[in-house]
């Protein structure tokens, strides 16, 4: 049987790692904050480690879930981080790493490359979905690396999610990603703003939902932020704050690249607004609460 650890146990990666319980794996967890792997204490063929570090050197596969670049360096390149394990002459150590982090794609394929010199392959493989689909076990994996290390991980992929799709090289998984989360913003941005228009004409916004759920304009962010919005349920399942990050690491790469994202530009400001307003820790739904204090309007029914 495959060792897995799993490092990083919050929102997204707690679900994550239950699940591949669930499937049989022989798991090690670790989280910077130690409150957060409570929940595994006591589970069979769970083991609690204090470091990454000590969660790398007990796993075939090792995975990171985790906030941002930032929070990925110091877990790959601390004192107690997973290099360390890699860099050791003797002794276990990973053959394959998964970061399921959304990061700046230059980062993963740096991460990759002093990998891959210690003799380990690493896989960028950031995740569509929230937390509902990571605790459903519904995401879909968007990995870049060396196919053979993803081929390897796809029983993995499958304990977890409903999809892996391959996309190529070190870094491609990342771009993807962000070119993924820059559409669902917009697409966000443009059910709030066609919501207030139902709701300033005199219509009926959850009547609205009905239509577009039927016709062209039908998105995955009307079916599952439509009724937060109209409920005025803001509790986080995705944080307002984290998708902002995701436009600007997206805005990077487009500048990069020398891509015009005129789109990406306008919804980053709504979602600095909504950071500002004190929303960040939110939902990324309550970017709709931008357009009713700009309008002086609430939508839903009274």
């Not at 049989?24 to 409570?38: D, T």
């Not at 480690?49 to 930032?70: C, G, H």
């Not at 499958?158 to 999809?163: E, I, L, P, Q, R």
């Amino acid at each position: 049987m495959t060792n897995i650890a799993f490092i990083g146990l919050g929102t997204m990666g707690k679900p994550m790692a239950l699940n591949l319980h669930k499937a049989g794996y022989s798991l090690v967890v670790y989280n910077r904050n130690p409150e957060r792997a409570r929940e595994f204490e006591g589970l069979a063929s769970v083991q609690l480690a204090s470091s990454p570090a000590e969660a790398a050197r007990k796993a075939d596969i090792v995975f990171t879930m985790l906030t941002d670049d930032t929070a990925v360096e110091s877990v790959y390149l601390g004192e107690e981080g997973i290099l360390s394990v890699c860099r050791e002459t003797s002794g276990p150590r990973p053959r394959i790493v998964v970061d399921c982090s959304t990061i700046y794609p230059v980062t993963s394929q740096s991460l990759a490359k002093q990998l891959a010199s210690l003799g380990v392959d690493m896989l960028d493989a950031p995740v569509t979905g929230s937390e509902p689909q990571a605790i459903e076990g519904v995401l879909t994996f968007i990995v870049g690396g060396k196919r053979e290390a993803y081929e390897a991980c796809v029983p993995l992929f499958d304990a977890m999610g409903k999809k892996a799709v391959y996309m190529g090289e070190s870094g491609a998984g990342a771009n993807a990603k962000l070119a993924n989360n820059m559409l669902v913003a917009a697409n966000l941005a443009s059910l709030a703003e066609s919501l207030m228009m139902v709701q300033r004409s005199g219509g009926d916004p959850e009547l609205f939902l009905e239509v577009l759920a039927g016709g062209g304009g039908r998105s995955g962010m009307a079916e599952m932020k439509g009724p937060k919005i109209l409920g005025r349920d803001f509790s986080a399942q995705f944080m307002t704050q984290l998708m902002f990050k995701d436009l600007k690491l997206a805005g990077r790469l487009a500048e990069s690249l020398q891509v015009p994202v005129p789109m990406q530009a306008s919804v980053q400001q709504i979602f600095q607004i909504a950071c500002n307003s004190g929303w960040g820790a939110e939902d990324m739904s309550a970017i709709a609460k931008c357009y009713e204090a700009w309008t002086s309007t609430k939508i839903g029914k009274e």
